[in-house]
C-alpha cells in the first residue's frame, strides 16, 4: 500500500551537474543542476534544466554552447558552492579554487578539476514552466586520465560520482557495483 | 589534462526508471529508461526519453499517461528482466513476478513493489532524433511506507535507490551520505 506524498519533483538518482558557459565578457561561470539527464542515443544529447533568472541561462542562449562537468566526491564542497552564489558577483572559479579550461570545439569552459566533461551545441529550447530545457548535442566526452582503467574506459571507483537527493537535498555516493544491465536479470 | 572519449552519451549518474502504461487492451505493461530526469519545478515535470519503435511509446502517445517507478536494490533482478524483453511478447509483470496496480489519477499502472511511483500526466512530446522525449507533470508522488522516516519522508536508507552506469552498463548502489546540498559548500 503506497501512501501520497504529493506532486513533487522526488526521484532517485538526480545528478549534480556542473554547467559551464561564457558570459558576455567571455569571463567563464559554472552553476549546479540536478534538473537534467541524458535525452537521446542519436545524435548523443543532454537536457539541463535551468530557469531563465540564472546568470547562465543567457550565456547558454548567447553562446549557444555549454559543458556539463561531473564532480566527484573530494571535490563535493567546490560542487555545492558553485550552486551557492551567482556568477553575477564574481568569480566562482576563483572563489571556488577551480580552474577554468576553453574548450576547443564549443564556445564554452570546462572544469580542469573535475573528472568527466561533457561539450555540448545548443540545439533546442523547451519552455516547461518556471525552468527552461536546453537540450545539448555531446560533441565530445573528456575525462581527466586518473579515472581510466586499462583500456581507457571510465572507472566508476576511480571517478567517484556522487548523487543529490531531492527529498532530503543530501548528497550521497555511489557505492559498489550490485550487477551487469541487460544480463543480471535475464532468464535461462 | 583531458582525454577525448569521443560523442557519447556517458553520464554519472543515469537513471533507472521503470516506465508504467496501459497498452489498447489496458494490458499493464513496463519499461526500463536510462535517459530522463526531472525538467521543471512548476509544473513539477519529469523528462523520459523513449523510442519509437518500443511498445511502451504507442502506449504513452495513445494513454496520454505514464508512471515512473524507482526500484530498489532488492530487486534490481526484476528491474533489469523489464529492460531486456518486450511486452508485445507477453505478460511482462507475471513474468518478473511484479503487481501492476492502476493509478487512480492517470491511465497508467504502476508496480506495487517498486518503492516509490511518480503518476504522471503527458504534456509535451519532443522528437530528438532515434528517442522521443515524453515530458510528463507530476501529479502525485507515492511511496511505500516502509520507506518513510518517523515524520513520512523519504529514508534513502530505507529506499536502496541504484544507478545505472552507461559507461560499463553495470547497476552501482547508493552509498553513504556525504553532506548536505546548498550548504556543505557554504563559506564563512
Redesign the interface.
Known amino acids: 500500500?503506497?501512501?501520497?506524498?504529493?506532486?513533487?519533483?522526488?526521484?532517485?538518482?538526480?545528478?549534480v551537474?556542473i554547467i559551464g558557459s561564457y558570459d558576455t565578457e567571455r569571463r567563464p561561470n559554472m552553476m549546479n543542476a540536478?534538473?537534467?539527464?541524458?535525452?537521446?542515443?542519436?545524435?548523443?544529447?543532454?537536457?539541463v534544466?535551468i530557469r531563465p533568472e540564472r546568470y547562465t541561462y543567457a550565456n547558454i542562449t548567447r553562446r549557444q554552447a555549454f559543458t556539463?562537468n561531473?564532480p566527484s566526491?573530494a571535490l563535493?564542497?567546490?560542487?555545492?558552492?558553485?550552486?551557492?552564489c551567482s556568477g553575477r558577483d564574481g568569480d566562482k572559479f576563483a572563489?571556488?579554487g577551480l580552474t577554468a579550461?576553453s574548450s576547443d570545439i564549443v564556445d564554452a569552459p570546462?572544469v580542469?578539476e573535475f573528472p568527466?566533461?561533457?561539450e555540448c551545441a545548443l540545439r533546442?529550447e523547451?519552455e516547461?514552466?518556471?525552468?527552461t530545457?536546453f537540450?545539448g548535442?555531446?560533441?565530445?566526452?573528456?575525462?581527466?586520465?586518473e579515472i581510466?582503467d586499462g583500456r581507457?574506459?571510465?572507472d566508476?571507483a576511480k571517478?567517484q560520482?556522487?548523487?543529490?537527493?531531492?527529498?532530503?537535498?543530501?548528497?550521497?555516493?555511489?557505492?559498489?557495483?550490485?550487477?551487469?544491465?541487460?544480463?543480471?536479470?535475464?532468464?535461462e
Open positions: 500500500m503506497k501512501k501520497s506524498l504529493g506532486a513533487k519533483t522526488i526521484v532517485y538518482p538526480a545528478p551537474f540536478a534538473w537534467g539527464g541524458i535525452c537521446s542515443s542519436e545524435p548523443p544529447s543532454i537536457a534544466s556539463v561531473i566526491v563535493v564542497e567546490a560542487a555545492d558552492y558553485v550552486g551557492i572563489a571556488a579550461v570546462y580542469a568527466l566533461v561533457l533546442h523547451f516547461l514552466g518556471v525552468h530545457q537540450v548535442e555531446i560533441l565530445d566526452v573528456k575525462a581527466n586520465e581510466l581507457g574506459m571510465i566508476v571517478l560520482p556522487f548523487i543529490f537527493s531531492p527529498g532530503d537535498s543530501l548528497y550521497y555516493r555511489v557505492g559498489e557495483c550490485i550487477g551487469r544491465a541487460f544480463s543480471i536479470g535475464r532468464k
